[in-house]
Structures are given as C-alpha cells and as structure tokens.
C-alpha cells in the first residue's frame, strides 16, 4: 500500500535565496532538451530586475519569476527538473558572474555558495553542484561557467552549436552588462535577486506524476515536439539506471538526423509497423503501433531506432547509395526525393534494413519498382489515402505480416509494386496531357525524363532550374510561330504538353520568350553555345518546330519514359488504343 506522505505535491512561493540552498540539488532529466534561451531572453530578464529594484519601480519591491516543476521526495533535496530549465541555468550563469566579477576575495568565495554547495560534515551535506545540466551539456557549463572564475575567460562562439553556443553567448550578454554597473551596484543586484525575487515552486513525488505533468504542460504550450514527449515515455518505461545510455544514444541519432528529420524517422517507422493512415497523434500512437517502444526499451534501441535511423542517412547519402547498389539505384532514390511526397520511404527504409540485416533482398530491383510506382501515383495525383494503402500492401510483400488483422478500411488487396494495365494506360494518358499546368508535376516529371535520356553520369545539382515552352505561350502577329501555328486549336493543344518543354539551368527570361525559333535556339536555350540538359540540346537539333515536330517528340519522349520503367509493351498497346 503506497504511504500517502510520499503522494503529496507541495506547491509554494519561494525566496531564490531558498531555491539555491542546501535544499535543492537540481539536476536536468535526460529527456529535456537542451539549454535554449536566446539574448534577447537574458537582456529581457536582466532589464525586468534592474528596473524592479529602482527607486521608481512600481513592482512593490519584490520580482516573480515564474514557476518551476520538480520531481522531488519530502525531505530529500534530489530535484530532477520537470519545468524551469532555462530559468534556473540562466540564474546559474548570472550568479557565476557576479562570483567571478567580485574585487572582494572573501566576499568571492562566500558567493560560490549560490553555485556549488559547501561541504560540511557535521551536517553530513557533501560538496555539490547546484545546478547539474544534461549528462552531455554538464561537463561543459561546469568547465566554462560553474568553476571558480570561468567566465571570466570565456571560450569564443565561432564552431559552438546548440546548448553550448547558447551557454557561451549568455554568459558573454550577462558579464557585459554587469561589467558596466560597478561593483556596488552588482552587489545590490545580488541581494534583490536573492531576497527580493520569487518562484513558485512545485514539488512532486514520483517520475509517473512527473510524466502527467510533463504532458500537461505541453498540452498548455510548453514548446515541446512529439519526439520529446516519447523521449520521456520511453526513458520512465526504462528506469533510471538505463536512463543515461538510452538518452545519449537517442540524442546521437537526433544531431546525426537533426530535429526535422528525427521527427520524420517516427512517422516512417510507424507506417512500417501499423501500415495504415495514422488515426491519431504520434506521441499517442507511436507506443500502440510500435508495441516494443512499449514493452523493452533497450529492445526497441537496439532493433528498431538505431537501424532504422542508419538506413535513413543511407537514404540519404548519395555516395553511400552508389558504392553500395550502383549509379542507377542511387539516381532512382534521387529521383523518388524529387516528389511532393514521402510516403514512398517507409518501404524503402524497410528494404534497406533487410539488406542491412543480410536479408536476402535484390535492393536494386526494389528501388527500380518503387520509384515506377511513385511516379504512376504522383502522376495521377493519388490522394494520400490511396498512396498509403498502396504503400502499406508494398510493405506487406516486403514483410508479410504475422497474424495481422486486415487494415480498418482496406478494400481489396493491390498489386503492390506491379502497375495492372489499367494503371499503365491511367500513367501515359497523364504524362500525354497538359503537363506544364500541374505546377508541382512538371519540374520532377522533366528531370526523370532528363534522367532517362542518358546513361546516368550526369547530375544536375544547378542552384536554379525553370521550365520554358519552345512554341511560346503568346504568338505575336506575323512572327515564324504565328505562321507555323495559325490555327489556334493546334497551338493549344501542344503548348503545355511534354514534347513543347525544356529545362533551363537560369531563371526564366520573359523578353526572350517569344524569341523565333532559331534565335531561341541559341541565344537563349545556350547562350554558351551548349545547354546542359540533353532535352534542351535534342531541341537545338531541329530545324522547325511545327505541330508535326511537336508530335513527333511526344511520341518520342514517352517511348523513352516507358523503357526507362520497363513498359515498353505495355505502351504499344496504350498507343494502339489511342
């Protein structure tokens, strides 16, 4: 039966004097993340105090600062922080400097007192610091802040990232402005900060309590991601004496993915494990669907968020893709990271991790067949319901499942990477269409043509890269292109198709549109004489650009996207019937 004294959460409003004491030992949990306060944060805070202990303040002589959550026993001066990190490392470093700018050595070392707590054995309280950060912060804010006349020596910024830029620069902000208040008025900053301002603080017993309230306040808009609440999540289901290991190791992966990309990994990985459209949030579905998460921490490190975080920077790392499975496989991946999209990388993740595992999996083939099957969809513009189903069936055939229920909703079961004739024909009516008005289609759509029109060596990396219409949009009465397309219905209905369309390495020249054909050619397809697109070239080898030289291109032009997928047959019946 639990003892009821050791349920109570305290809440009460405390002198700062009280919170930096023999009372606290305050340390960061794992989970948080790290130290974030900006300089505009600190001058605004050290503006509200010097302004609070004016003359002609109106704050009745007294500063709140705020409230800090803490996950603390009765009697025990352990106090992991749930909320108020930023608070209380900041006082930290402001303390750290007026200890270090004192002239008095006596009155110096009596202010260490406020950052590491005095040994004394008679009472049995050992030396410590006030104020532990995170396990990979600490080291660093003790060397260069809580040591004895640290700041007054402070590193440069140059090369710093993260929570340790932010220490750096704070510290440089802080001793700055107390540089220029003397010391008589740095002592009396102390003495309000200490006896004159405020917290609130609230204590409670248990980690399990401290969870709910992390979730609260997130809930209340503590600037928290869904990874950081399953960081929490999963750091209580592990305990304490796996905390450390299991907190360093997920935090290596978030700076190795950085903190978009990590929060885009768990979204992937739980499409692989519940392979169907996500009914609720990722902090509240993640631990149901990945049920490992749940049951084995350690587990799911070792199994699930290591290696699938190491295909994920695989998919990535366009060297890696091509030492591993050749130029091809890594220009189709290149290709695929072209689309709207990303529902299309759990199963190559997936497929990547088999291979990882030694799994007997041809990766090259695969990705040949996924990126077909992105284009068919990203072409007919498949809603996100049907990409997911689709995608969900291609993870089945990858994985299939054990003892799985079918999916909510699923109807019948696809041809997961096979496109059925019926696709084939739905994927060439779309690529014969007005393919310039699909603004989103039709840059990724040239660049796999682009891609399919020569052996792979090239890449085309260019800071800027525009579509142009050959036939231009607008005919000026007795131009070349008036007298080539004098009926109307001809030039509208081969203006925005994929034989009028080439690729430019510039941004678009509204004057040189309308150029005539031969000067288009060469003074604003290559104004160097060459282009670097072997579409925007193949053009320059015409000697007119009538209807029939359009169509021509277009028939050509599909012909080679169909071999490039491996529809060749398939085509010829698509073209038959058309």
């Given at each position: 039966m639990n003892d009821l004294s050791q349920?109570?959460?305290?809440?009460?409003?405390?002198k700062i004097s009280e919170v930096f004491s023999?009372?606290?030992?305050?340390?960061?949990?794992?989970?948080?993340r790290p130290y974030a306060w900006e300089t505009t944060q600190v001058e605004e805070l050290?503006?509200?105090?010097t302004e609070a202990m004016g003359p002609a303040s109106k704050s009745d002589g007294f500063y709140f600062l705020g409230s800090i959550v803490l996950v603390k026993k009765h009697g025990s001066p352990n106090a992991r922080v749930v909320d108020g990190q930023q608070r209380l490392t900041t006082l930290t470093i402001l303390f750290s400097v007026i200890r270090d700018l004192t002239e008095d050595t006596v009155k110096r070392v009596s202010r260490e007192k406020y950052i590491k707590q005095v040994a004394n054995e008679d009472e049995g309280i050992p030396e410590a610091l006030r104020l532990l950060l995170r396990q990979k912060d600490q080291a660093y804010f003790e060397k260069h802040v809580q040591m004895i006349g640290a700041t007054n020596d402070l590193p440069v910024k140059d090369g710093l990232s993260g929570a340790k830029a932010r220490i750096i620069e704070n510290a440089r902000t802080i001793r700055n402005k107390l540089e220029e208040m003397g010391e008589e008025k740095r002592s009396e900053l102390l003495k309000f900060l200490l006896q004159n301002c405020y917290l609130v603080v609230v204590e409670v017993p248990t980690p399990t309590a401290a969870r709910r309230i992390f979730t609260v306040l997130n809930a209340r808009g503590m600037d928290l991601s869904a990874t950081d609440i399953l960081k929490a999540d999963l750091l209580e289901r592990a305990g304490e004496h796996k905390e450390d290991n299991l907190s360093q190791r997920w935090e290596d992966i978030e700076i190795s993915l950085e903190r978009g990309k990590f929060s885009d990994l768990f979204t992937h990985v739980r499409m692989i494990f519940e392979r169907d459209k996500p009914r609720t949030s990722l902090e509240n579905g993640f631990p149901v669907q990945v049920p490992v998460f749940r049951d084995d921490p350690l587990s799911f490190m070792d199994t699930v968020l290591e290696p699938f975080a190491d295909v994920?920077?695989?998919s990535m790392d366009d060297?890696?893709?091509?030492?591993?499975?050749?130029?091809?496989?890594?220009?189709?991946?290149?290709?695929?990271?072209?689309?709207?999209?990303?529902?299309?990388?759990p199963p190559l993740l997936l497929c990547l991790q088999q291979s990882n595992k030694g799994d007997n999996v041809d990766v090259a083939e695969f990705v040949f067949q996924l990126e077909r099957l992105a284009y068919y969809l990203f072409m007919v513009r498949a809603d996100v319901n049907v990409r997911m189903n689709r995608y969900a069936d291609v993870l089945d055939v990858l994985e299939p499942p054990v003892d799985r229920k079918p999916r909510a909703g699923a109807k019948e079961r696809s041809t997961g990477l096979e496109l059925t004739e019926t696709e084939v024909f739905a994927l060439f009516n779309a690529l014969d269409g007005?393919?310039?008005?699909?603004?989103?289609?039709?840059?990724?759509?040239?660049?796999?043509?682009?891609?399919?029109s020569h052996d792979g060596s090239a890449n085309y990396d260019f800071p800027t890269i525009s579509v142009e219409h050959v036939c231009p949009q607008t005919l000026e009465e007795g131009s070349q292109w008036a007298e080539w397309y004098s009926d109307a219905e001809d030039h509208s209905y081969w203006?925005?198709?994929?034989?009028?369309?080439?690729?430019?390495?510039?941004?678009?020249?509204?004057?040189?549109?309308?150029?005539d054909f031969e000067k288009k050619k060469t003074k604003y397809f290559a104004p160097g004489d060459t282009s670097p697109f072997t579409l925007t070239n193949e053009v320059r080898e015409f000697e007119s650009w009538t209807p029939e030289d359009i169509e021509g291109r277009r028939k050509e032009l599909l012909k080679r996207l169909a071999k490039a997928w491996g529809?060749?047959?398939a085509f010829k019946k698509w073209w038959k019937s058309e």
């Open positions: 349920l109570r959460i305290e809440a009460a409003h405390k023999k009372d606290y030992a305050f340390t960061i949990p794992a989970y948080q050290l503006t509200d105090l994920f920077l695989l060297v890696e893709l091509r030492n591993r499975f050749g130029h091809k496989t890594a220009d189709l991946v290149r290709s695929l990271n072209r689309l709207d999209n990303k529902d299309w990388l007005d393919v310039y008005l699909a603004t989103r289609v039709v840059k990724p759509l040239l660049l796999r043509l682009e891609q399919a203006l925005h198709s994929i034989g009028n369309l080439v690729l430019l390495n510039f941004r678009k020249n509204s004057a040189a549109r309308n150029y529809l060749k047959d």
